[in-house]
Each structure stands twice: as structure tokens, then as C-alpha cells.
């Protein structure tokens, strides 16, 4: 089975078809376009307990905190029904690249260009 088989949004079959100027992956249920090239992505976290957040935009910082929030409690019950196929990754990066720590962490798995580890 495809990872792109079923519609990562709704559960739906997808099909393999003509939209958004390419042939792809795509659920006709929700509408939703799988890419299965996306171009690379980075990003990055800076962790820094105890200090104050100062916050400029109160209101972008309550919509990320219930972003946050959502993406927590989605995991969560993905992994409840053991649906995580990344085992819990917590580290990835694309074929692309070769960060210094991919020869450190177990390799969990491959999804499209993105590497995963534990
Ligand atoms: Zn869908």
C-alpha cells in the first residue's frame, strides 16, 4: 500500500489524476493535493524555558498556541490507534541533504523525500 493511497485529511481513497498543473495524488472527498515532491523544507526551534514570552502579536500567539494545541491532541490519537507510521520520530530531513546527526539516530523510515528518525 501507497502512503498516498488514502487521503492523509479524510481517510478517502485518492486518485491519480490531472490537477493543479501536474498529475497527482488527489481526493476528490475533500478536495485535498498530496505532492509527493514537495520542495525541501527546514525548520527550527529554539527552546528557552524560563524566559518570559514577550509577545507583540497576541493574537497570532493565542491562534499558534490552539494550532499547537490541535497538532498535539491529533497526534495523540493517531498514535493511540497505532497509526503513527514514523514510530515517533522526532528527527528528519530530506534525501537532499546529510546532516551530521543522521549517522547518530536510528533510521525509523522513508516517506517520499523525507528520511525520519528516532
Ligand atoms: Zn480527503
Known amino acids: 500500500m501507497s502512503y498516498l493511497e488514502f487521503c492523509s485529511n479524510c481517510g478517502e481513497k485518492n486518485i491519480y489524476g490531472q490537477i493543479d498543473g501536474g498529475i497527482r495524488y488527489h481526493c476528490l472527498n475533500c478536495k485535498n493535493i498530496h505532492y509527493e515532491n514537495p520542495k525541501p523544507?527546514?525548520?527550527?526551534?529554539?527552546?528557552?524555558?524560563?524566559?518570559?514570552?514577550?509577545?507583540?502579536?497576541?493574537?497570532?500567539?493565542?491562534?499558534?498556541?490552539?494550532?499547537?494545541?490541535?497538532a498535539i491532541e491529533s497526534y495523540n490519537a493517531i498514535k493511540t490507534k497505532g497509526l503513527d507510521i514514523?514510530?515517533?520520530?522526532?528527527?528528519?530531513?530530506?534525501y537532499e541533504v546529510?546532516?551530521?546527526?543522521?549517522?547518530?539516530?536510528p533510521v525509523v523510515g522513508r516517506i517520499g523525500d523525507h528520511i525520519f528518525y528516532k
Open 41 to 70: 523544507t527546514s525548520t527550527s526551534f529554539h527552546c528557552d524555558v524560563g524566559k518570559l514570552d514577550n509577545v507583540a502579536n497576541k493574537r497570532a500567539y493565542k491562534v499558534s498556541k490552539q494550532v499547537a494545541s490541535l
Open 86 to 94: 514514523t514510530e515517533g520520530a522526532r528527527y528528519y530531513h530530506t
Open 98 to 105: 546529510s546532516p551530521r546527526w543522521s549517522k547518530v539516530y
